[in-house]
């Protein structure tokens, strides 16, 4: 599988994730690296359970750009 687009958000005292094309999958944590390797680990076992449920794995749709907001 391609590589998957997360996001992270910070909240109050941490920080959560989710993954736009794996909905319903997301992870929290104290720090973005702690946040990150949860996420890795919730993606891993949301596609070791669509396998599972032979549940076809979703295409890979999502992208992220930065704009400028200059000018």
């Known amino acids: ?3 998957l687009l997360i996001v992270i958000e910070p909240a ?13 999958c997301i992870a929290t944590g ?6 990150k390797q949860r996420m890795s ?3 891993k076992i949301h596609l070791e359970g669509m396998r599972e449920d ?3 794995l979703p295409a890979v749709k999502s992208q992220a750009e930065y704009i400028s907001l200059e000018g």
Request: net charge negative; with cysteine; charged share 20%.
């Open 12 to 24: 109050e005292g941490n920080y959560s994730a989710y993954c736009p094309d794996l909905p319903g």
């Open 41 to 43: 680990e919730a993606i």
């Open 54 to 56: 032979n549940i076809p």
């Open 30 to 35: 104290k720090t973005i690296a702690e946040v």
């Open 1 to 3: 599988m391609e590589q």
